[in-house]
């Protein structure tokens, strides 16, 4: 049973916590991290099997951040896991820290280090063949974004996944429509997503990205249909949860003024209030 | 060393490629953690024997040399022991990305091999020569970089690479090589550079397929009093800088010989070494920077001066002789 308001609670909390660490360090990708905060929410509290007291345990659930660059969610929840101490936050992009900008995997719980963008789902075709190989009944989720459709690489692993029958993969796509230079649509356009991801062997499954009760339903629910991986398009909205940045490309790594954080953190609080 | 093979036998060529496949076969039926990895070069790799036999532990990925290594470090992270066998000029250029971050960055362990290398494709131009791939890789944090001189070296780094704790960019030609050493029974060790001959009067450092000809050099310099030193560098990085220093202190003069551009390869990494250890007049023989003439491998290397003819001439100016 999906626990509704714990998980709304908490992605509201993993908000504020990324906030924090961006305002404070000066630095980081507010609205692609807002973006991706219920997905990354509804894995990690409803959906995974995963032990932040054996990152490592063999029979884990992988999840590999293909869109790196939206960090803060990824380290604000392994914290919140227990991964490693929550003060640890504070040092986020600091000199010599260890929670640098984009996943590495020297801290517990990340996978992979990513950054560069057309990677993920590569390596986690990787993984889920190991899956396989092994009769291991772990699954893999990849998270990217919707701009990083345009990396050519990301189809040579939608071809491989398809080949390879893997349906133990879960593909997502944070579709919120913005890349750093605007509409994704006007940059390069990638749509129909659906149909492409289709045409290459995938089942597609539609969904509001930021309703985490809907996210963990549809996760648990994959595979669709047997040997064939699945691609969750994930409808988002960048910077989601405060107001001033959302559907605004250029908050995409915009940090926010003293007042605009404030303010954010408000509106934040008040959704907490909702909450109870 | 006594089981150098100092002149270049007749007729018992074999090519690096059939090793590594023979080499691994006999190693994967045992190890089941062993998966070859190829990009539609299963052919060009010698693999299909691998392939007919352990159809499970070959994994085909056509050709998206980007998709090949990503899978692979994927493979690594999963406990898996992948050799990915790819024509060099692809494997070192398209997917350095993904060698950079998904391997050598995220420390998974996977051991590239660069098949069909520097300019064993010949004919077909550079966009199928590999002659930056040296440069390139042993740029690169966390990744070894390695060339076989012959069959017996190569089957012994594939053997020492299945239990090795780091990323690997393996470089190998196409074509059969004549061996320089006699036999397989000597001690190798990766990082460990091999003295083939000894000599105080010049140095010749070499790697792969240029090893061969440093040996004939070498013999041939013998004929008219020259004792040269030859060094098989066959680990690039790490870099046996010991070894250098001690050829620089001995010999007094180095030159270096490869099958790679001039910029950044084997000549560079030495003098590297020699000049802020131990600076000594140093010749560096490569391709220069161009699109390598294109022609058979003994063609092309003669048109660039890496023959034993131009290499004793060279030896000799250096000396005095």
Not at chain 2, 18 to 23: A, N, Q, R
Not at chain 2, 205 to 231: C, F, K, P, S
Request: aromatic share 6%; hydrophobic share 40%; net charge negative.
């Amino acid at each position: 049973m999906v626990d509704a308001l714990f998980l709304k609670r908490k992605a509201t909390e993993i908000r504020k916590d990324l906030l924090k660490m961006i305002y404070e360090a000066g630095t980081g990708h507010t609205g692609s991290s807002l973006s991706n905060t219920d997905i990354l929410t509804a894995l990690y509290y409803g959906v995974m099997r995963i032990d932040p007291e054996n990152p490592d345990w063999e029979d884990r659930d992988r999840y590999v951040q293909s869109k790196g660059h939206a960090v803060e969610s990824y380290w604000a929840v392994l914290a919140d896991k227990g991964f490693f101490p929550k003060d640890e936050l504070s040092t986020f992009s600091q000199f010599g820290s260890r929670l640098i900008g984009h996943p590495n995997n020297k801290v517990p719980g990340v996978e992979m280090n990513t950054g560069a963008l057309g990677h993920g789902l590569s390596i986690s075709v990787g993984m889920a063949l190991a899956g396989k190989k092994d009769n291991k009944s772990y699954k893999v989720y990849t998270l990217m974004g919707d701009g990083e459709q345009a990396e050519g690489s990301v189809w040579e692993a939608a071809m491989a996944a398809s080949q390879y029958k893997l349906d133990n993969l879960v593909g997502i796509i944070d579709h919120n429509r913005l890349q750093i230079t605007g509409s994704t649509a006007d940059v390069m356009s990638n749509e129909p997503l659906d149909e492409k991801w289709r045409s290459f062997g995938w089942e597609v499954v539609e969904v509001d990205g930021n309703d985490v009760v809907e996210l963990v339903n549809t996760f648990k629910k994959a595979p669709y249909v047997s040997g064939k991986p699945t691609m969750v398009l994930a409808n988002t909205v960048k910077g989601k949860g405060i107001s001033l940045a959302e559907n605004e490309a250029g908050w995409h790594h915009r940090v926010p003024k003293k007042e605009e954080y404030e303010q954010a953190m408000d509106e934040l609080t008040k959704q907490l209030e909702v909450l109870q | 060393m006594n089981n150098v093979a100092l002149k270049a036998s007749t007729g018992n060529k074999i090519a690096n490629r059939k090793v590594i496949s023979d080499t691994l076969l006999e190693l994967a039926k045992v190890n089941k953690d062993i998966f070859v990895l190829t990009s539609d070069s299963r052919g060009s790799a010698s693999m299909v024997p691998f392939a007919e036999a352990l159809p499970d532990q070959l994994i085909e990925v056509g050709i998206a040399e980007q998709n090949l290594v990503g899978i692979s470090a994927g493979l690594a992270a999963s406990g898996k022991k992948p050799f990915v066998a790819s024509p060099a000029c692809f494997l070192s250029m398209r997917s350095i990305e993904q060698i950079k971050v998904d391997v050598a960055y995220s420390r998974t362990n996977v051991r590239l091999i660069g098949i069909s290398g520097g300019v064993s494709y010949g004919a077909l131009g550079m966009s199928h020569h590999s002659v930056q791939d040296l440069a390139v890789t042993r740029a690169i944090p966390g990744l070894h970089v390695m060339m076989p001189a012959d069959r017996h070296e190569t089957k012994k780094m594939i053997e020492a690479l299945v239990d090795y704790d780091t990323p690997v960019y393996l470089r190998i030609g196409r074509n059969p090589v004549e061996d320089c050493y006699l036999n397989h029974d000597y001690d190798f060790e990766i990082g460990k550079a091999v003295t083939m001959n000894e000599g105080n009067d010049v140095t010749i450092i070499a790697a792969g397929e240029t090893v061969r000809v440093a040996l004939d050099t070498a013999e041939a310099l013998q004929n008219d009093g020259i004792h040269t030193r030859v060094l098989n560098m066959h680990t690039i990085k790490p870099l046996d800088e010991a070894a250098i220093i001690k050829v620089a202190q001995e010999t007094g003069r180095i030159i270096t010989l490869e099958e790679h551009s001039v910029y950044g390869g084997l000549g560079a990494a030495v003098s590297e070494v020699v000049s802020q250890n131990h600076p000594v007049p140093m010749e560096i023989i490569g391709i220069p920077d161009e699109p390598a003439i294109t022609g058979k491998t003994p063609e092309v290397f003669n048109h660039y001066g890496i023959s034993a003819d131009n290499v004793s001439k060279i030896a000799k100016q250096m000396i005095g002789y």
